[in-house]
T-cell receptor, first 113, second 112 residues
Framework: KAGVTQTPRYLIKTRGQQVTLSCSPISGHRSVSWYQQTPGQGLQFLFEYFSETQRNKGNFPGRFSGRQFSNSRSEMNVSTLELGDSALYLC????????????FGPGTRLTVT | SQQGEEDPQALSIQEGENATMNCSYKTSINNLQWYRQNSGRGLVHLILIRSNEREKHSGRLRVTLDTSKKSSSLLITASRAADTASYFCATDGTGANSKLTFGKGITLSVRP
């Protein structure tokens, strides 16, 4: 089975721009979660989607949004980028059963200048 | 805010030694999981222990869970240079629509 894929792997944007990141989960996984990882704050939960519905949301401003498509692929969008949005964005998929584990993609490294 | 807090923040040992990492959490959990992350890459699931379990083994990994103290430990025996990575504990809460909550991680360096 192919693992979780994320595109693009690296991205450089300037302040004020917007960005869209993509995540393709493992086949059969209907849950996709997004995390932001920075040296200072660690791994912070952004949101989780299951069957095209947002199931959980972290404490991020409304500039961060996401969606999930019928094939379980997910995108997250960040509008009006700020320098502090520079981070590694990780996507993880799971079966969302009892005692589920998450399978992570390699991440998208976003640099905002 | 993170539910799990790992201790120590950084650990440096010699190859062949054992590495012990600790995690404390605050609320009731269904299970606790440990993940490994190699530099700048995605996390890899290592082991899961349920709230009704006290100890679990997987290869060179041994994890314990003490729900009365709300703490867990991960032991890596006979460490190798390839074990150099960051290690995270993650807790799965008991509420509806619970999510995995990760700690800030422990940086393990294994010197050859």
């Amino acid at each position: 089975k192919a693992g979780v894929t994320q595109t693009p792997r690296y991205l450089i944007k300037t302040r004020g721009q917007q960005v869209t990141l993509s995540c393709s989960p493992i086949s059969g996984h209907r849950s996709v979660s997004w995390y932001q990882q920075t040296p200072g704050q660690g791994l912070q939960f952004l949101f989780e989607y299951f069957s095209e519905t947002q199931r959980n949301k972290g404490n991020f401003p409304g500039r961060f949004s996401g969606r999930q498509f019928s094939n379980s692929r997910s995108e997250m969008n960040v509008s009006t980028l700020e320098l502090g949005d520079s981070a590694l964005y990780l996507c993880a998929s799971s079966l969302l059963t009892i005692d589920y584990e998450q399978y992570f993609g390699p991440g998208t490294r976003l640099t905002v200048t | 805010s993170q539910q799990g807090e790992e201790d120590p923040q950084a650990l440096s040992i010699q190859e062949g030694e054992n590495a012990t990492m600790n995690c404390s959490y605050k609320t009731s959990i269904n299970n606790l999981q440990w993940y490994r992350q190699n530099s700048g890459r995605g996390l890899v699931h290592l082991i899961l222990i349920r709230s009704n379990e006290r100890e679990k083994h997987s290869g060179r990994l041994r994890v314990t869970l003490d729900t009365s103290k709300k703490s867990s430990s991960l032991l890596i025996t006979a460490s190798r240079a390839a074990d150099t990575a960051s290690y995270f504990c993650a807790t799965d809460g008991t509420g509806a629509n619970s999510k995995l909550t990760f700690g800030k991680g422990i940086t393990l360096s294994v010197r050859p």
